[in-house]
């Protein structure tokens, strides 16, 4: 069974660092993009950027670029997104999907992290 | 403000068919095929339909999906209390190096 596993919810304070994971299971994990998805309260879902594990090559939204890191190691099936510098604006919800090219479909999604920002 | 515009607001009541639109331009929808997803409260979002208009395994054929130009649409027919959820389409956008692009999700209420 094909399973994308988030780590749990974190509570930071502005200006504090930040790295979420992403667990594939039950599949090929350098076969497949990993995504990763954000939402706001009371917003829509926001596409951040995508990796491809298997040489990780990252494509970055503008609206996200620079401001996250998507990385993946690849030998533990995982994919991280990272925050330097956590603003209270990105208290979220933060999905990761998985697809297998990098305009092909988000078929299977993790549960979700949330993470809340405290100024 | 999204690059895919959808109505924030839908409704309908049971058995009833509604339609949700989604407008893009041409290097996104126009260019390319159209996902539909669906956020019930507390669960991860769940594919509805891919390649504009096709149906994962699972998903009733009461969700139907279509595209004309540079617009999708998302019909349900047969409207049940639980397809009360949020909408969103998503496209690739070829501009740049490429990106996905969502719509701001439509919040269906079955009155």
């Known amino acids: 069974e094909v399973q994308l596993v988030q780590s749990g919810a974190e509570e930071k304070k502005a200006g504090e660092s930040l790295r979420i994971s992403c667990k594939g299971s039950?599949?090929?994990?350098?076969?497949?993009?990993i995504t990763w998805v954000r939402h706001m309260p009371g917003k829509g879902l926001e596409w951040m950027g995508q990796?491809?594990?298997?040489?990780?090559?990252?494509n970055y939204s503008p609206s996200f670029q620079g401001h996250v890191t998507i990385s993946a190691a690849k030998s533990i099936s995982t994919a991280y997104l990272q925050w330097s510098s956590l603003m209270a604006s990105d208290t979220a919800i933060y999905y990761c999907?998985?697809?297998?090219?990098?305009?092909?479909?988000?078929?299977?999604w993790g549960q979700g992290t949330l993470v809340t920002v405290s100024s | 403000q999204s690059v895919l515009t959808q109505p924030p607001s839908a409704s309908g009541t049971p058995g009833q068919r509604v339609t949700i639109s989604c407008s893009g331009s041409s290097s996104s929808i126009g260019s390319n095929t159209v996902n539909w997803y669906q956020l019930l409260p507390g669960t991860a979002p769940k594919l509805l339909i891919y390649s504009t208009d096709q149906r994962p395994s699972g998903v009733p054929d009461r969700f139907s999906g279509s595209k004309s130009g540079t617009s999708a649409s998302l019909a349900i027919s047969r409207l049940q209390s639980a397809d009360e959820a949020e909408y969103y389409c998503a496209a690739w956008d070829d501009r740049l190096n490429g990106r996905w692009v969502f719509g701001g999700g439509t919040k269906l209420t079955v009155l």
């Open positions: 999907a998985r697809h297998r090219s990098r305009n092909s479909l988000f078929q299977h």
């Open positions: 990796i491809d594990p298997s040489d990780s090559y990252t």
């Open positions: 039950g599949y090929s994990f350098i076969s497949y993009w």
